[in-house]
């Protein structure tokens, strides 16, 4: 069971921030305070969570960091080192966690005895609900004292939550990468591509939704499919050939398809 | 309404071919006969076809191919001009419909005075079932009888059925390739890094389940994430130097963070 008198201040208010903030709020801890370098930021997270009963203090100053049992930063990664260099003396005796998944937990060392990492692996979108029950969180603390606070608050709001070294953290962070970010860019060119020639890239949503759930049962090399797979060359060069007003794109196709041709030849 | 009459008479049968010979059957048609390179490959379609009370013929040769109202060759996309080189004169009065996404529908002009396109959208993996109701299928004739038969044929079976011309098709085909086998390769390069450092690759599901999900409410565009999108050079260099032993996955790495962070700077 969560303690639910913890109180937590959040240094940064984008997206992870943000839905971060709502789960820990529907758990029972209370927010005493949102940092972010605008006040509009800052009063824009406060809103939110006002909507779900809290009152944080929002602020733009590190000197005016409302004190909390718990610092969750949550900003981009490398405004994290400005972070710690701007950390305030009032804010040193509770447990600093940052969330980033390429980052060492080492980063927050300078700002309190007991420092740690919290990193939910999901992909979070300002407007788009996140079901945290699917999420797993990843933690990891210089001592007992933080390991103990990251992993209460990792299992008060996602659904599975596991100790993970730093070293350990950064492969699954370019992992994930791999896994989200450049398979929504492949989304992302094939939509471009269908754009071009007026035909509805809804179409498309069939064929994504059956190609991500097929990997939960079974292993993405064994499901590949398409011509590179087929080891169909002569396809393969036909796409190129169709691709040449569009260098990039070009690019791509061939990199991908001999990285696919490579592992089934 | 399908006329349910129809006999139809497989050329080829890998993936597709197995899918649609059993929906098709679903639907009422009759197959009369599974053609295939191999005996073995032949009589494993029928046999799974008597699964759904159906008794095909299974041939290896062109000679001996069962006559019937529609053809639906599905070979390997650069097999298409030796199945038309070898078309049977016995089998010169139906129509016949291949179901390549990037192959032009002339391709087939040889084998009848009627021919098509019959294209599903869809990634078909042989162990396992695609729900035909979320699969669009994309049709295209030389005539009016071709073009008619094979929209029959699809609206039997899947839950969309549209015309498209040969043009059409090829972007989308290509389009296909990135959004369902780009995609899943991204998935499969993520499953080696993880499993190179023993971790469970699967506790990437839940991130790539909402990455898929997410374009259906989300312009691909607007829904990406991760350290390119932010613009966050730092946590790109540092990944694409801890790939430093693996330069495949680096240029890749490379390539398609410079793709979207040219979309978003």
Redesign the interface.
Known sequence: MQNVSRLVTFVGAG?VASHLAVALAGAGYTIAGVYSRTMASANALCERLGGVGQCPVGTDSFERLPVADVYIISV???ALPNVVAAWPAHCRQGVVLHTAG?VAMDVVKGTSDHYGVLYP?????K??A??FS???CFVEGNDEVAENVAHELGEAVF??CQK?SSE?R??????????????????????E??EA?D?D?R????????????????????????????G????VA??EA??ADNP?LQ???N??SE??L??YD
Do not use: W
């Open positions: 997206n981009k990664d490398d390429s692996m999901q992909t979070f979108s407007d788009k996140v079901d699917r999420v797993t659904g599975h993970l350990g950064q492969q699954l962070h370019m992992a994930a990468v791999f896994a989200c970010n450049f398979s929504n860019h492949m989304y992302a060119l094939a939509y591509l269908l020639h035909i890239p179409c498309l949503l069939p064929l994504i939704a059956e190609t991500a759930g097929k990997v939960a049962t079974l292993h993405p090399h064994d499901g590949q499919t398409g011509p590179a797979r087929r169909d060359r002569a396809v036909r796409h169709a691709l990039e690019q791509i196709y990199l991908l990285s696919i490579r592992r």
